[in-house]
């Protein structure tokens, strides 16, 4: 039997909160990459429940993004935690204070984290056996880290954005930036910068192409931009939205 595919689910820019909301690149940065994970494991929760159980090909291509962006919030919290916190921390006029909150996060990110190993497992799973039940197990994985990522991330921007925004100085996110590591490869890094662009407001937009080096703005320019819509048109069979 055929199967009926889901109706392609196309993000839309959105519109600035600049006007309530202080604006800093570190925000920016942190908005644009939040919008577009909650947005992603949304999306690969739909995906997955429309694809046959049984295609190797499309468990790979799914599983394999899923991947990506487990190992994308990995790392960003490993940079929060070990990098942005203690910059902030310094910027901050009385740090105690604020400790409580950041605890909180430390543990929210642990359990995260914990989760986004197992999303990886199930998705293992499914790719090698290709059945029914494996498929439900990642698309069903999928939705509970989707929810989880949500919440945690609600409360991030709740809690801690606005402390970056009034202490951390483009100065101190610029040491930061500079100082965090990935293990992505250069195509990887320029799928996640278009994931990030999709949807950002024009202001959003404009800090983070501003932020990057000139290499890595020739670099999307050049190759990119077209890698990104290629792969976006084979994960959603729709192109992005810009």
């Known amino acids: 039997m055929t199967a009926v595919l889901a109706p392609p689910l196309i993000p839309t820019p959105r519109v600035s909160t600049e006007s309530t909301t202080r604006s800093s690149r570190a925000v920016a940065y942190q908005r644009v990459l939040h919008q577009a994970l909650r947005r992603e494991f949304r999306v690969m929760a739909e995906l997955a429940s429309w694809a046959p159980a049984e295609d190797a090909a ?44 950041v605890g909180e996060w430390t543990s929210r990110a642990a359990l ?57 100085t483009d100065a101190d996110w610029t040491a930061v930036s500079r100082a965090a590591t990935t293990t992505l490869s250069g195509r990887e890094q320029l799928l996640v910068l278009g994931l990030a662009l999709e949807d950002a407001c024009a202001g959003d937009r404009g800090r983070l192409m501003a932020g990057l080096s000139p290499a890595t703005r020739t670099a999307w320019r050049a190759v990119g931009r077209r890698h990104y819509r290629s792969t976006v048109v084979r994960l959603r069979g729709a192109p992005p939205a810009s």
Not at 72 to 94: C, G, I, K, N, Y
Not at 160 to 165: D, E, F, S, T, W
């Open 112 to 168: 995260l984290d914990h989760q986004l190993r197992d999303l990886s497992t199930v998705a293992r799973q499914w790719a090698v056996a290709g059945t029914l039940p494996a498929r439900n197990a990642f698309a069903r994985a999928c939705t509970r880290v989707a929810d989880t990522v949500d919440a945690h991330l609600t409360a991030e921007e709740r809690d801690l954005h606005p402390l970056v925004a009034r202490y951390l």
């Open 58 to 101: 499309r468990a790979g291509v799914l599983t394999a993004h899923a991947d990506l962006l487990a190992r994308v919030l990995m790392q960003h919290h490993a940079t929060e935690r070990e990098l942005l916190w203690p910059a902030l921390f310094r910027s901050l006029p009385d740090p105690e204070a604020s400790r409580d909150i």
